[in-house]
């Protein structure tokens, strides 16, 4: 064995004592850690031959990285839509890579009864029945991915083929109906080879991003075949969401496959006074949730939900003469894009183990009362003008010369936003994601954006 790996071996109760004291004082300096960092722009240094173990590494990253790192687990990051980690899932991700399970097979560990365990959680959190089996991804455009992957293979056995067998070749054109979805569906679109080029945008009702259901229908009603439909259950730019019941009830009449991207938007179910916004996401063939957002675990946990495990299984299906064959109740590798699997569900398992639904609905309250704030607040502000209603947890508004008002912001340290477009109009958007966050640091995010929107005025 290597002297220093035989060292830290023999350490390794210091080493993670110190790991451990420095996390700690990290987290207790969140508050005033800058909420971005502007990178330090190092230059990359040669691979060390000879290593240093890990305490003087330690050292070196704390020196030479962590002062470029962002504040983005702190309060008052409200960035794209970003999460922290609670306590408790900050401890489940330490064991996750202590234990270093790989969460595919039951054959040697209860891991994978874990994440099923942790799955069954989800499903009630966000108001799925029993007919949604689900698994952990890596994100929400992983979970996109994967719903959408499983609606191509159903469209294929409308038509009598089997995309995963044959190839996409197979299958005409797909139209893919969708009012304002994500980026992430282009994505997928491309990375299936269904192609971005199908989805066609349907109208979306004046002045929102909720789809029209009247011009979907027309436009289901035009199609001489199946076709894919991702309702949007929370978009970014307004949390706006199409209506799920209204979308589902169009399942009796046309034949479509319905996905729901409901990323950060299906968070709404916790909250009694939100919980109709994503009514009828049971009816969904598929749902798209992201964990490493509203439910404050790190990087990267979301999940996926379907009614179709047999379609996934036949799409995902890994199959080698040392590994369990896909029947009965799958192996994990038959059932997502990778086959080693990091135990992504322990993150998710603790932070619900510890504050359980209750914890997490005051969370996402808490949110949504800043987001409130904020938006009546910094409406008051000479030069900004809110582009829509707070809905939910983004407050999406237009500010005289926005890019230098987003860098003077990003400058003091007191707050990081990002930019948009919305409807043609160039504007800023404070997304409110993280269990840290209240009214206060609403308060301090205005007030910065208040210092900032004066001095670009002097
Ligand atoms: C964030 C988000 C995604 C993509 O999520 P990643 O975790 O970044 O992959 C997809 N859809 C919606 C609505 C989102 O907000």
Not at 268 to 288: E, I, M
Request: glycine share 10%; with cysteine.
């Amino acid at each position: 064995m290597d002297s220093r790996l035989a060292a830290d071996l023999a350490g390794l109760p210091d080493l993670l004592t110190a790991a451990r004291d420095y996390a700690a004082g990290v987290l207790d300096g969140l508050d005033e850690r800058p909420a971005a960092a502007p990178p330090a722009n190092l230059v990359p240094e040669p691979l060390p031959v000879t290593g240093v173990g890990a305490a003087r590494a330690l050292e070196m990253f704390r020196e030479r990285w962590a002062p470029g790192f962002s504040g983005s687990a702190g309060p008052r990051y409200l960035g794209f839509v970003t999460g922290g980690a609670t306590p408790a899932a900050l401890v489940g991700d330490w064991l996750t890579g202590t234990f270093d399970q790989n969460a595919v097979t039951r054959q040697d560990s209860s891991a994978v009864d874990l994440e099923r365990e942790t799955v069954g959680w989800l499903r009630s959190l966000f108001g799925l029945g029993d007919g949604h089996s689900g698994t952990f991804v890596s994100g929400a455009t992983m979970s996109n991915l994967v719903g959408l992957a499983i609606g191509r293979e159903w469209l294929g056995a409308r038509q009598g083929v089997s995309v995963a067998r044959q190839g996409v070749g197979a299958l005409g054109d797909v139209p893919v109906l969708s009012g304002a979805p994500h980026s992430s569906i282009y994505k997928a679109l491309a990375v299936l080879g269904l192609g971005r080029d199908q989805l066609r945008t349907v109208p979306l009702l004046p002045d929102r991003e909720a789809v029209d259901v009247a011009a979907l229908e027309a436009a289901l009603a035009a199609l001489d075949g199946p076709a894919i439909v991702v309702a949007n259950a929370g978009t970014v730019n307004t949390v706006d969401f199409d209506d799920l019941r209204a979308v589902a009830r169009l399942k009796e009449k046309y034949q479509f496959w319905l996905h729901v991207d409901a990323a950060f938007g299906g968070f709404a179910a916790l909250s009694p006074d939100h919980a109709h916004l994503v009514a009828g996401l049971d009816r969904a063939d598929s749902v798209c949730v992201d964990l490493h957002k509203w439910l404050n675990v790190p990087y990267d946990a979301a999940v996926q939900f379907t009614r179709h495990r047999d379609l996934q299984l036949n799409v995902f299906q890994n199959a080698a003469a040392y590994l369990t064959p896909p029947e009965g109740d799958p192996d994990l590798f038959h059932l997502t894009p990778e086959n080693s699997r990091r135990l992504r569900a322990l993150t998710a398992w603790f932070t619900l183990a510890a504050y359980g639904a209750d914890g997490h609905r005051e969370i996402v309250e808490r949110n949504v009362a800043a987001a409130r704030r904020f938006g009546a607040r910094v409406a008051t502000l000479p030069g900004v003008r809110l582009l829509a209603p707070v809905r939910l947890n983004v407050v999406c508004f237009a500010v005289d010369g926005a890019p230098e008002v987003l860098a003077a912001v990003a400058r003091s340290g007191e707050a990081f936003l990002t930019p948009t477009v919305h409807q043609g109009v160039p504007a800023l958007r404070a997304a409110f994601a993280n269990w840290r966050t209240g009214e206060a640091d609403a308060d301090r995010v205005v007030a910065a954006l208040g210092e900032a929107l004066a001095a670009s005025r002097r």
